[in-house]
């Protein structure tokens, strides 16, 4: 499949407030959050991946092993712990997020040189699309 990896702007964000609502987030982060074009810097070292989502007011930086459940702490979003586990499923990077909030993870695939993201959590979805820089 196509490398995820590289540096990627959103073009498109679409329910991020229905996400973060259902991650229990407060009007006043909703409110910057939704304003901000984020990047995603996507790194690749062997079998290790970094994925950081950055931004003028905030990042996020997350980093795993395939197939290896790891604990995960969501710091500076809804500042929960989770236990993250990802693995590829086809050609979708997958991130199944089990802890107090039910039905939450992401999903990240290339297509027609986009990256897409569906972040879910608790029957909301939000859709975010990048391009390349
Ligand atoms: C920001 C700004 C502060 C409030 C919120 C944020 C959301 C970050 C998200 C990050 C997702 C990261 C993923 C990483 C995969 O490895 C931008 C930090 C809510 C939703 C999916």
Redesign the pocket.
């Known amino acids: 499949p196509a490398s995820i990896c590289g540096t990627w702007e959103m073009i498109s964000n679409v329910n991020?407030e229905g996400?973060?609502m259902a991650?229990g987030?407060g009007p006043y982060?909703?409110k910057?959050?939704l304003r901000?074009k984020?990047k995603?810097v996507?790194e690749q070292h062997g079998d290790l991946?970094v994925?950081?989502?950055v931004?003028t007011?905030?990042?996020?930086?997350?980093s795993?092993k395939l197939n290896q459940e790891i604990e995960e702490f969501?710091q500076?979003?809804?500042n929960r712990h989770v236990k993250s586990l990802?693995t590829w499923e086809g050609n979708k990077l997958v991130?199944v997020q089990t802890g107090e909030k039910k039905n939450r993870g992401?999903t990240?695939w290339i297509e027609d040189d986009k990256l897409h993201?569906e972040?879910y959590c608790e029957g909301e979805l939000?859709r975010q699309v990048f391009k390349k820089k």
């Not at 007011?57 to 997350?62: D, I, V």
């Open positions: 991020f996400y973060m991650l987030i982060l909703r910057i959050a901000l984020l995603k996507i991946y994925i950081k989502t931004s007011f905030r990042n996020y930086t997350f795993f969501t500076g979003l809804d990802v991130c992401w990240h993201l972040l939000c």
